[in-house]
């Protein structure tokens, strides 16, 4: 607690940063579970993050982010980062049930049917001609991926080129478009978000 009201002298850490330090003291085992997907060499193949990012460890931040939505989704309200914090205090403390196998093969499976149909442009919006554009998008990230995670079993029976027509379809669609951009980090427009992704997929 005294860790998480600390300022630090010289740089700004990262709301990453900062969970890092204090789950790795508590639970360092399970902070080694989530390196060890954002290592993943198939969900680092299609983040195309920044060297920053990399640096303040965003595609740890970004797993955490995956779990706690797909898990927590309902106790969200607003702003995604203490929410995060709060989601891996719970499962730390056992309060909610976290299963690393089970867990693991849902996000490995959706990140595998998503890289496979998008590749390095999964997470990044479209140009009017159809060519991925721009940097990481997070509510790309949190829509698709969700969706996805929702549901496998559709996916899953899908051709790759389906897949990627549902999952570009997704990012040009008017409800889904509308629900992006500053000041749309909150409930209602993250179920916004996701449900047109489920609808699409």
Not at 1 to 22: H, P, S, V, W
Not at 131 to 154: D, Q
Request: glycine share 6%.
């Amino acid at each position: 607690d005294l860790f998480e009201r600390l300022n630090t002298g010289g740089a700004q850490l990262t709301e990453q940063e900062i969970r890092n330090c204090i789950f790795r003291a508590e639970a360092p085992d399970l902070m080694d579970y989530f390196d060890s997907l954002a290592q993943d060499e198939i969900f680092q193949s299609c983040l195309g993050l920044s060297d920053n990012q990399q640096k303040s460890l965003y595609d740890r931040g970004l797993v955490l982010r995956f779990f706690a939505l797909k898990n927590s989704l309902d106790e969200f309200r607003h702003d995604v980062e203490p929410f995060i914090t709060d989601y891996i205090h719970k499962v730390v403390d056992e309060v909610v049930l976290f299963d690393k196998t089970s867990e693991q093969d849902v996000f490995k499976r959706t990140m595998n049917s998503i890289a496979g149909a998008l590749g390095d442009g999964a997470w990044r919006h479209m140009s009017n001609t159809g060519e991925p554009k721009g940097a990481f998008s997070v509510y790309i990230f949190e829509a698709l991926s969700l969706a996805v995670a929702r549901n496998l079993a559709t996916v899953e029976s899908l051709s790759v080129d389906v897949l990627r027509e549902r999952c570009n379809s997704v990012k040009i669609d008017a409800e889904f478009k509308d629900a992006c951009g500053a000041g749309r980090n909150t409930r209602l427009h993250l179920l916004n978000r996701l449900t047109a992704a489920e609808r699409i997929i």
